[in-house]
């Protein structure tokens, strides 16, 4: 079974642009959620979807917003980027929400 | 909000020895601690969870501790080899809330 895919691996926008990334979850995981890694902060959880419906979100500005598909595919926004937005974000799917998370090789974005 | 804290930040043990990282949580509530290992230029892989209605739990080489009374839960890897090399994460969060809270990680280095 193929594992979590994200998209694309490799990102660099300038301070000010926006940027969407994608993540396909695992065939039938039906969770997905979002993840920043940064050097300073470690592993901070941005959100989780499950049936398409934002369940829970982490303490993030507006300005990061996602969505996920009725395939169960998500996509997550930023906007309005600042250079503390260089990071590597990660998406994890589940089969349910009580279920253990798989992660994804994440997207590496630089803000210049 | 939980936090969760991880020592050592730093591990480098002889191959066939053993490797313990320890993490400590704060919220009560918490109930799900799985722990991943990520690899240079991967996303983080599961390798071992425990639920808190178990104390130890062992896979092969691998084994985790939990102590709900204290809040520490600990991991064990038993004869290390070359390949374990990596930076492994403690996390916890309340099972079917999706939010994983991590620590800050623990290079472990095996020296052959």
């Known amino acids: 079974k193929a594992g979590v895919t994200q998209t694309p691996r490799y990102l660099i926008k300038t301070r000010g642009q926006q940027v969407t990334l994608s993540c396909s979850p695992i065939s039938g995981h039906r969770s997905v959620s979002w993840y920043q890694q940064t050097p300073g902060q470690g592993l901070q959880f941005l959100f989780e979807y499950f049936s398409e419906t934002q369940r829970n979100k982490g303490n993030f500005p507006g300005r990061f917003s996602g969505r996920q598909f009725s395939n169960s595919r998500s996509e997550m926004n930023v906007s309005t980027l600042e250079l503390g937005d260089s990071a590597l974000y990660l998406c994890?799917?589940?089969?349910?929400?009580?279920?253990?998370?798989?992660f994804g090789p994440g997207t590496r974005l630089t803000v210049t | 909000g939980e936090n969760v804290e991880q020592h050592p930040s730093t591990l480098s043990v002889q191959e066939g020895d053993s490797a313990v990282i320890k993490c400590t949580y704060s919220?009560?509530?918490?109930?799900?601690f799985p722990w991943y290992k990520q690899e240079l230029g991967k996303g983080p892989q599961l390798i071992i969870d425990?639920?808190?209605?178990?104390g130890e739990k062992k896979d092969q080489r691998i084994a985790v501790t939990l102590n709900k009374t204290a809040k520490h839960f600990s991991l064990h890897i038993t004869e290390t080899q070359p390949e374990d090399s990596a930076v492994y994460f403690c996390?916890?969060?309340?099972?079917?809330?999706?939010?994983?809270?991590f620590g800050q990680g623990t290079r472990l280095t095996i020296n052959p």
């Open positions: 994890a799917s589940s089969f349910r929400v009580t279920y253990e998370q798989y």
């Open positions: 919220d009560s509530a918490s109930n799900y």
């Open positions: 996390a916890a969060s309340i099972e079917g809330a999706q939010k994983l809270v």
């Open positions: 425990i639920r808190s209605n178990v």
